[in-house]
């Protein structure tokens, strides 16, 4: 019943940008979908294998019981006629019938291997290492779900889980009979052979009301992505990263979103998620593509070819993210990990429109910046953007209202040594900035210090797009360096998930 419901990304953004009630603390909750979709996940696998180790020790017994011939009430029960008017209750119906058999030609039996079938395949090929190296692989066996659905759905259609009937019951007491059965047959006994009756399937009521409420979610995405996708200009950045910058009838997104894009001529099927770095005041929306498995690498080589037409490109979204909330903090701290800094560039470009149209509503006072690659050619990305903000806050006099910091985590010997000679000039000879490129990864305990004894009474968002590893430090940090006292300067972290 719950595991579809952390998916309807639909019905997640409405009851983030349109429920006020979801404006507290609970409204975090909702950027927990996946962890949550997972954890059902788990408690599925959890129940499923009790589930079946119960049925094969039901199946023993019931076995047991037909090849029984000490004249036991579970003997005479397993014993009862296959018949309408002595209806049974061992399914296994002779003693030369297997287990096996009985598994593959009953309703329950034959259901229940093929949606066990489907869960472990579900299960596996969504692990890290698949979904990250295997996109495809855990995409597509991912939509099995609707086989395991629909098998669940009729898995109790054969009435293998089997009561006495009321009428019976209302003719034999359970409690009294049963210590009278070898006298069921005698005409003088008050006791007749009981009947019994498959029990309804249930669990269609379960998966009914959650699966309607995805149907309609699947609709709502279709007709959204049929819409028309003009693309407007396309840039190739260093390190293999594709700019694409588009423009859709009524398309209106927040700062942060994220949206789902398809490429028909790559794939028909394949939906792949990337976050939004236009801000809400352009004319256009854009994505950053990194080349970083098949899809991605196919859809940068369409792309780059020549002389051939545009490719069209599908849209579905913008869905809400963590990052909506950025501008409800008086401090926010982004780190951005590599291609990570996408939804960070959208916060930023909004900022700059904000100081352009002096816009007296921003709640936020300073914002810290911390974006960590691997190669050097990746600051490119956004190099005009820092820039720009640089210019800006110098001319409005608000230099102290953006601190970013670029941490460059891969580099030769060759290179470090000239960056040292060249420390004194104005700007940094990698990016072409003010700032400095810092060489080694952040001391996180030294910056959280920093900024808990620079804002001793503020509440302080930290969004994060990246790596777990670097979500563990951070959400520790955000621990560590919370004040007790409520009124003091806090630390509220925040992950970006898909």
């Known amino acids: ?52 180790i119960a049925h094969l020790f039901n199946l023993e017994r019931y076995s047991r019981s037909r090849q029984a011939t000490d004249g036991s009430l579970a003997s005479i029960l397993s014993n009862l006629p296959h018949q309408e008017n002595y209806s049974w209750l061992n399914p296994i119906q002779s003693p030369n019938t297997t287990v096996v058999y009985v598994t593959f030609t009953s309703i329950a039996g034959l259901t229940g291997v093929i949606i066990t079938m489907a869960l472990v395949l579900m299960v596996t090929s969504a692990m890290e290492f698949i979904r990250r190296s295997y996109f495809e692989v855990f995409w597509y066996t ?11 759905g009729i898995h109790g259609l054969g009435g293998i889980v089997r009561g006495q009937t009321e009428e019976s019951m209302a003719e034999n007491h359970p409690h009294k009979c049963a210590e009278f059965f070898e006298k069921w047959d005698d005409p003088a006994s008050h006791c007749k052979p009981p009947q019994f009756e ?39 950045h260093p390190s293999k990263v594709l700019e694409l910058q588009m423009h859709k009838h009524g398309f209106s997104m927040e700062v942060g979103q994220y949206i789902f894009v398809n490429c028909p001529s790559i794939s028909n099927l394949e939906w792949h998620p990337f976050t939004l770095t236009s801000a809400p005041e352009e004319d256009f929306f854009s994505i950053h593509i990194r080349a970083v498995g098949d899809w991605t690498e196919n859809l940068i080589r369409t792309f780059e070819k020549q002389y051939s037409p545009v490719p069209r490109i599908q849209v ?20 951005g990990a590599g291609i990570g800094v996408t939804p960070f560039a959208s916060i930023l470009k909004s900022i700059w429109y904000k100081f352009q149209h002096a816009d007296q509503n921003l709640k936020t006072q300073k914002i810290y910046f911390y974006w960590i690659c691997r190669e050097m050619g990746a600051f490119a990305w956004f190099n005009d953007l820092l820039a720009s903000l640089e210019q800006e806050m110098e001319e409005l006099g608000k230099v102290g209202f953006l601190n970013y910091r670029l941490f460059l985590t891969g580099w030769d010997s060759n290179f470090a040594g000239h960056a040292a000679l060249n420390f004194d000039k104005a700007n940094d ?11 080694g990864r952040p001391k996180w305990d030294n910056e959280f210090s920093t900024i808990a004894t620079a804002h001793p009474k503020s509440a ?22 919370s004040s007790l006292d409520p009124r003091k300067v806090q630390f509220y972290f925040n992950k970006e998930n898909f």
């Open 1 to 52: 019943m719950l595991i579809l419901l952390p998916v309807c990304r639909n019905l997640l953004s409405f009851l983030r940008g349109t429920c006020s009630f979801y404006r507290s603390t609970l409204r975090k909750q909702l950027d927990h979908n996946l962890a949550f979709h997972k954890l059902v996940g788990y408690m599925i696998c959890l129940h499923t294998a009790i589930h079946i």
């Open 429 to 439: 000879i990698l990016t072409g900035l003010k700032q400095k490129t810092f060489f």
């Open 460 to 481: 302080v968002g930290v969004f994060l797009c990246g790596p777990q590893t670097l979500a563990k430090s951070l959400s520790k940090c955000c621990c560590q360096y």
């Open 142 to 152: 991912h939509h099995i779900f609707i086989i395991y659905f629909i098998g669940l």
């Open 316 to 335: 579905d979204g913008p869905f809400g993210t963590a990052s909506e909330d950025v501008f409800q903090y008086e401090v926010a701290v982004l780190v």
């Open 198 to 236: 498959g029990l309804p399937a249930e669990s269609w009521k379960w998966i009914l009301a959650p699966g309607i409420l995805y149907i309609f979610e699947r609709i709502l995405r279709f007709y959204r992505s049929q819409q028309k996708v003009v693309i407007t200009k396309v840039v190739m």
